[in-house]
């Protein structure tokens, strides 16, 4: 079966700091891959989205990038954190049209 | 104005009763999505739908593709379906996001 690994669960970063976040899928080949941020008393937003290995296209501008060294491993970084980055970051997949999402890691900038 | 809107933005029902949920969208779209996120932030994929109605136990999803609008509702609601509910429509490869309705189920 299908399962998405994301981690840390929570991460405090102070304001400045650099950023990596990891997400990585079992039991699939070539997936589409996903990045959304969820702000508080706000919906999701698609930052990054993948449909293969180096191909990563940015939904959003900011100051978050996202990489895939891998086929089944989705990075999300940022060299400087703002206080605006704060929130929760959901990595998804999907094989057809059906995204399963990852359990998230809830980001706080201070 | 957003492309996929929903309403409403918050709920609250007494357990047993029947619960909608509306979303409307202005987009074209290959599929339309019902989402579950529960309190910690999880999220679980509910339905996905391209034409008509889908059920699964006390849920039940909609579409109407000429009107560009969709429902989900709930029979004899639980707290345990306590949760918020995210309508998302699918384009090419991506989908975009409705607000949220927060359901908050009492016994």
């Known amino acids: 079966s299908q399962t998405i690994h994301q981690w840390p669960a929570t991460l405090v970063q102070p304001v400045g700091s650099p950023l990596s976040l990891e997400c990585t899928v079992e039991?699939?080949?070539?997936?589409?891959l996903y990045w959304y941020r969820q702000a508080a008393g706000r919906g999701l937003q698609l930052l990054f989205y993948s449909v293969g290995i180096g191909q990563i296209s940015s939904e959003v501008p900011q100051n978050l990038s996202a990489s895939r060294p891998q086929d089944r491993q989705f990075i999300l970084s940022s060299k400087k954190l703002l206080l605006s980055d704060s929130g929760f970051y959901l990595c998804a997949w999907s094989v057809r049209q059906t995204q399963y999402f990852g359990p998230g890691t809830r980001l706080l900038v201070l | 104005k957003n492309e996929v809107e929903q309403s409403p933005q918050n709920l609250t029902a007494q357990e047993g009763e029947f619960i909608t949920i509306n979303c409307s969208y202005s987009v074209g779209i290959s599929a339309l999505h019902w989402l579950q996120q529960h309190p910690g932030g999880g999220i679980v994929s509910l339905f996905m739908l391209s034409s008509g109605k889908k059920k699964h136990g006390r849920l039940i999803a909609t579409i109407n593709i000429q009107e560009k609008h969709s429902s989900l509702h709930i029979t004899a609601s639980h707290p345990r379906d306590s949760a918020v509910y995210i309508c998302?429509?699918?384009?090419?490869?991506?989908?975009?996001f409705g607000t949220g309705t927060r359901l908050q189920v009492f016994p």
């Open positions: 039991g699939t080949s070539n997936p589409n």
């Open positions: 998302a429509v699918e384009g090419t490869d991506k989908l975009i």
